[in-house]
């Protein structure tokens, strides 16, 4: 599987009830898809998520404040994408950004797209388990339902152009 999907707090079952199964995660087989080996990330997160309809002119309810530019990376029907694939820290930031929209009413559950990927040094474990350890952690300050992505995206590949190695070349994946 190209992503592991972990549900905490009731998220699973508030998706089955609004039958957003089958579009969560086509969804998130597409962002797997598109974003595989790629550097630019951030614009094409956002055409992968406005091509699956969960951004588009129709779509205000990506505000997370009223007259403020933060704004989800997706919304559709109740349930808000928000994510960083850069560092795996941004779980803190991301569960915030989604427990906003819930206490004010707007977000039903949300699902928070992170980076699989850590350093091979970290003596926490999987990246998995630091996840259901960590959202045990935060209780109650975080409280609604809410799925956690974790995506392994490989690293960048940068091709010469001057026709050098056809493979392409690893190249770091900060941005």
């Known amino acids: ?3 592991e999907l972990l549900h905490f707090r009731g998220s699973e079952e508030v998706i089955k009830e609004k039958n957003m199964e089958n579009d969560v995660r086509a969804t998130l087989e597409y962002i797997n898809d598109v974003l595989y080996g790629t550097l630019h990330r951030g614009e094409l997160l956002r055409q992968a998520l406005q091509e699956m309809a969960w951004r588009g002119e129709e779509n205000d309810n990506l505000k997370i404040l009223e007259n403020r ?6 919304f ?5 994408i928000e994510g960083n694939f850069c560092a795996y820290e941004f779980i803190l930031e991301g569960l915030f950004r989604l427990q906003v929209g819930f206490d004010k009413g707007s977000v039903e559950t949300g699902i928070l ?7 091979e040094k970290t003596p926490y474990g999987s990246t998995s388990q630091m996840v259901k350890e960590e959202m045990e952690m935060l209780y109650p300050t975080i409280s609604m ?4 992505a974790l995506f392994d995206l490989g690293s960048p590949l940068a ?7 056809s493979n392409g070349v690893p190249v770091s994946t900060s941005e």
């Open 1 to 3: 599987m190209p992503f």
């Open 69 to 74: 530019r933060y704004a989800y990376k997706g």
């Open 76 to 80: 559709k029907r109740g349930v808000a």
């Open 113 to 119: 797209l992170l980076t699989s990927k850590r350093s």
């Open 145 to 148: 339902p809410v799925s956690v």
């Open 159 to 165: 091709f010469d152009l001057e026709g050098g190695d």
